[in-house]
């Protein structure tokens, strides 16, 4: 097989990297190297910011917002026609299913359009002054240069909750992908190029986190970090960001629980509980990865999962056939294998897989077996810490005030689900649960329009939906003084 090589992607141009050294991509389902990576350092960053700072001086910034409308929908037409494209590039770098990167990619497109429209309908308002003679308006502006760093278990569609609403709002954007998967995002700027942005508008680096996410998060031009991935690198982001009192957005990590009473439709709860935690092989930041069970129904939901899960069908990401892919890079299957060790010592019951998956079809190395562990309590580590991967932690509970008190018992506080046919319970239940997003009798869903982030360490800020946009503008007070009048020049006004 050849293997393709991508450069940065700078001021409009593919630019060789200034260290002139490169790094394979992996493909995790045949543990093959099929493309070269441009290896960035700070010299790279420096160039992509210089080139991103000139255009939105020159440009960007003084483009009236329906232009950058009229790119940006233009920038979804062409996401829709390729769509199956760069969900082929995301499966052979990340291993995510084709039958769910196919529909990601092309729903991507939606975020476009929907920031597209949204550019031109950004209004400050006129400000009832309570002084007397004084005309008093806000205006929106853009904030500049915003870097974003994305991580790999879904790098188009996690930019896309960025990208649209930052050049919608007038900033150009340098875009640093994770190392383990880069090719989609630089096989999107083929369409950023068609749809006719200008040179600089946007800028992609690649790189690792140290030698090329650092710089940029450091560079003084760049006005704002929009991160996604974990909470440890998004700790170490904001500290860094804090030296230049510079604005962050960081979606962060997860521990969510999905929450079933007894009162629920079983069986639709039962899917929603496998969508939670096998769904992308778990490797999600919304992954349900705590169950919890009214003790009444614990033993029935508990065999009924099993027999789903078993019947999970494991093997090669593109075939549309496929239920668990492979796990995307070696450390993370490393940290997964070790998390089953970890519960097993902590005393938890394994009561499916707890093992990796060595039957014909896996035909890389980077395998989990769906894994259940049943006699957790929520103080163990499984309960704790975010594993990212196909690994249910099961914990029963007795009364609703128990679930509450058990689901907001985590450092984290991304998402939750509720699974129960009482109206009442369901509006209490998501008013108590401290996280960014409470599903009731679904999971998984997301939306252009709708707010998501996280309570707690799963993050700051929020992505999609109106509201979004605001986070890449800042807000200015023009005061006008009718007439001049001559007033003490020693007193606040
Ligand atoms: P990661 O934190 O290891 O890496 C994410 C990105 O940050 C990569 O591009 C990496 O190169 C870069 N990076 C790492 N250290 C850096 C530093 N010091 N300075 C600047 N950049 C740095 O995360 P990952 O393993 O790629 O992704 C998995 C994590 O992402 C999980 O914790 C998951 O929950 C989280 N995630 C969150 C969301 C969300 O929306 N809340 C969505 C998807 C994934």
Redesign the pocket.
């Known amino acids: 097989m050849s293997v393709e090589t991508y450069r940065h992607y700078i001021d409009g141009a593919w630019t060789d990297p200034a260290s002139g050294q490169w790094f394979d991509t992996i493909n995790p389902y045949t543990d093959e190297p099929w493309a070269k990576i441009a290896q960035g350092n700070n010299q790279d960053v420096d160039k992509a910011v210089a080139a991103a700072k000139s255009a939105y001086d020159t440009v960007w910034s003084v483009m009236h917002p329906t232009q950058r409308g009229k790119l940006l929908v233009k920038l979804a037409e062409l996401i829709e026609r390729d769509a199956a494209h760069l969900g082929e590039v995301e499966v052979r770098d990340n291993g995510k299913l084709i039958a769910e990167m196919g529909a990601q990619t092309k729903y991507m497109a939606e975020w476009y359009r929907y920031y597209g429209g949204l550019a031109d309908k950004i209004e400050g308002s006129v400000i009832p002054s309570d002084k007397p003679g004084v005309f008093n308006f806000t205006r929106y502006e853009p904030l500049g240069v915003v870097g974003m760093?994305?991580?790999?278990?879904?790098p188009l569609l996690?930019l896309a909750w960025k990208l649209p609403a930052a050049l919608a709002a007038g900033n150009t954007v340098v875009v640093?992908?994770?190392?383990f998967t880069s090719a989609s995002t630089l096989e999107f700027m083929k369409l950023i190029e068609e749809a006719g942005f200008p040179n600089g508008v946007v800028n992609v680096v690649t790189g690792?986190?140290?030698d090329t996410?650092?710089p940029l998060?450091e560079h003084v031009d760049v006005a704002k970090i929009a991160?996604?991935?974990?909470?440890?690198?998004g700790q170490?982001?904001y500290e860094a960001a804090a030296r230049q009192i510079k604005p962050v957005s960081l979606?962060?990590?997860?521990k969510s629980p999905n929450i079933v009473f007894e009162d629920a439709d079983i069986d639709a709860a039962v899917m929603g509980a496998i969508s939670g935690i096998f769904a992308a092989t778990g490797q999600?930041?919304i992954a349900g990865s705590r169950l919890l069970l009214q003790r009444s129904i614990h033993d029935a939901f508990v065999a009924k999962l099993i027999e789903v899960a078993k019947a999970a069908k494991i093997g090669d990401p593109m075939s549309t056939e496929t239920h668990v892919g492979p796990v995307t890079t070696p450390p993370q299957y490393q940290k997964i294998l070790d998390y089953i060790d970890i519960a097993k010592q902590d005393g938890a019951t394994c009561i499916l897989g707890g093992k990796p998956y060595t039957g014909p079809e896996a035909k890389g190395s980077q395998f989990v077996e769906p894994t259940i562990f049943v006699d957790v309590n929520n103080k163990m580590r499984i309960a704790q810490e975010?594993v990212?991967g196909p690994i249910l932690a099961v914990i029963p509970f007795d009364t609703e005030e128990d679930a509450i008190a058990i689901g907001n018992d985590v450092d984290f506080g991304?998402a939750a689900g509720v699974w129960t046919s009482d109206i009442g319970r369901a509006l209490r239940m998501s008013e108590k649960l401290k996280v960014g997003t409470v599903w009731v009798n679904t999971y998984r869903a997301v939306s252009y329009t709708s707010p998501?982030g996280?309570y707690k360490r799963?993050?700051i800020g929020r992505e999609s939906g109106a509201e979004a946009i605001k986070q890449f503008m800042q807000v200015k007070s023009v005061w006008i003084a009718q007439e001049t009048s001559v007033t003490n020049p020693f007193i606040l006004r």
């Open positions: 760093i994305t991580p790999w278990n879904s996690l640093k992908p994770s190392e690792y986190g140290l996410g650092a998060v991160f996604t991935g974990s909470d440890m690198s170490k982001i979606e962060l990590g997860g999600t930041c975010e990212f991304l998501f996280g799963s993050g």
